[in-house]
């Protein structure tokens, strides 16, 4: 179920018979169409161990399932949309970024301390972001929200991509992330800013930066 980018700030997405999708609760603009909208209580496809992840997590942000036959309009907040388009990979996303998905997309919940040890939970705490992450699997594609517009950098095994952990937004692909502190940064911004810390991702795959600090 492709998403057509409306604006910055805006997609559509096209609602057929027999197929369903998920949206955040408030980010429907418009519809067209015999369109449903109903609450989500098994947490898209991971089922209830999914929502229990995410609610362990502070990450308990509520799903709508959409379904029937028409168009609608999705936002929310004002902010930029970035459309991520899956082939049967896994997208590594923060709960309260995903603004609307294809219910074809496989949802589970990722415990990011299981990447990075330690360095996993300092990131959670650095961040302000819970140390689990939302993960979406499959062929699909997923909308995601940031501030000031994305851009997507790659990955590669000779080209680790180091990331602001405040501007760091999703990642797909056979990547790992290492929290690891920026002397250099450290001594030239002072101690107290978040920029004293770097967010390393090595491997094969993307990233997706925010062209902003700020979070949503």
Excluded: C
């Amino acid at each position: 179920m492709p998403f057509r980018e409306i604006n910055s700030k805006m997609v559509e997405a096209t609602v057929a018979p027999g197929q369903k999708m998920f949206s955040q609760r408030g980010a429907m603009l418009a519809y067209k169409g015999e369109v449903s909208f109903t609450p989500n209580i098994q947490g898209g496809q991971g089922g209830i161990m999914s929502m229990i992840g995410r609610r362990v997590a502070n990450e308990a942000t509520p799903l709508m399932t959409v379904e029937g036959s028409g168009t609608v309009m999705f936002g929310h907040g004002g902010h930029h949309i970035q459309v991520i388009n899956l082939a049967g990979d896994t997208l590594y996303v923060e709960a309260d970024r995903l603004l609307a998905f294809d219910g074809t997309l496989q949802q589970g919940t990722m415990f990011m301390g299981s990447q990075g040890g330690v360095m996993g939970m300092v990131r959670g705490q650095v961040t302000g972001q819970g140390l689990f992450t939302t993960t979406l699997k499959g062929h699909g594609a997923v909308a995601v929200m940031a501030h000031g517009g994305v851009v997507e950098l790659p990955i590669t095994p000779q080209r680790p991509v180091h990331v602001d952990p405040q501007a760091y937004v999703a990642h797909h692909g056979d990547v790992r992330n290492k929290l690891s502190t920026a002397l250099g940064w450290r001594d030239m911004v002072g101690r107290g800013s978040g920029e004293a810390f770097q967010l390393e991702l090595s491997g094969s795959g993307a990233v997706y930066v925010q062209a902003s600090e700020e979070k949503l």
